[in-house]
T-cell receptor, first 114, second 116 residues
Framework: GAGVSQSPRYKVAKRGQDVALRCDPI?????LFWYQQALGQGPEFLTY????????KSGLPSDRFFAERPEGSVSTLKIQRTQQEDSAVYLC????????????FGPGTRLTVT | AQKVTQAQTEISVVEKEDVTLDCVYE???????LFWYKQPPSGELVFLIR??????QNEISGRYSWNFQKSTSSFNFTITASQVVDSAVYFC?????????????FGTGTRLTIIP
């Protein structure tokens, strides 16, 4: 079956621009996660949804970061007024339901802010 | 706070050698889950294994084996008879066993290169 898909795969933004990153989870997966992976580092948690409810957004680095999942399926991570430090790979993952299901990851969106 | 340490940044071994990747974790929880993920050059994280804190039995899956030792807070990963296709970055991760708090805390990863 289809895995987690993310679009775009690559995004170049000028400093100050807004960007929107999309995640299509595996059909039927209740939980959805966003992670940020800087070069040479492990993924770091940003936010987590269970269906349409955002249960944890403790990892969002600033109020410029916003995520939504309005219908409990597709999710969008929005970054406003991008800064160079936002350059990273943004990974989306989904899991069937609750813990301790393993999380299935998408290919990521590589964001470069110039 | 949770923490995962992978002290080995990079490892290179010749094909067919055995290699062990170390993982040490910190958590205040008595119930938790440990994971290993593989990130090949394509970039997509691939799930390898999940263990809960109550099950310290070692596990073997083909050429892969995992050694979980609660006494030393370690969850090490061994690849036997390594192959070139094993070249990747490997991440160890930790999750609390609390509903609504399923996020993974990752280590910094170990880059494994298998030399043909």
């Amino acid at each position: 079956g289809a895995g987690v898909s993310q679009s775009p795969r690559y995004k170049v933004a000028k400093r100050g621009q807004d960007v929107a990153l999309r995640c299509d989870p595996i059909s039927g997966h209740v939980s959805l996660f966003w992670y940020q992976q800087a070069l040479g580092q492990g993924p770091e948690f940003l936010t987590y949804f269970q269906n349409e409810a955002q249960l944890d957004k403790s990892g969002l680095p600033s109020d410029r970061f916003f995520a939504e999942r309005p219908e409990g399926s597709v999710s969008t991570l929005k970054i406003q007024r991008t800064q160079q430090e936002d350059s990273a790979v943004y990974l989306c993952a989904s899991s069937l339901q609750g813990y301790p299901s393993e999380q299935y990851f998408g290919p990521g969106t590589r964001l470069t802010v110039t | 706070a949770q923490k995962v340490t992978q002290a080995q940044t990079e490892i290179s071994v010749v094909e067919k050698e055995d290699v062990t990747l170390d993982c040490v974790y910190e958590t205040r929880d008595t119930t938790y889950y440990l994971f290993w993920y593989k990130q090949p050059p394509s970039g997509e994280l691939v799930f390898l294994i999940r263990r809960n804190s109550f099950d310290e039995q070692n596990e073997i899956s083909g050429r892969y084996s995992w050694n979980f030792q609660k006494s030393t807070s370690s969850f090490n990963f061994t690849i036997t008879a390594s192959q070139v296709v094993d070249s990747a970055v490997y991440f160890c991760a930790l999750s609390e066993a609390n509903f609504g708090n399923e996020k993974l805390t990752f280590g910094t990863g170990t880059r494994l290169t298998i030399i043909p």
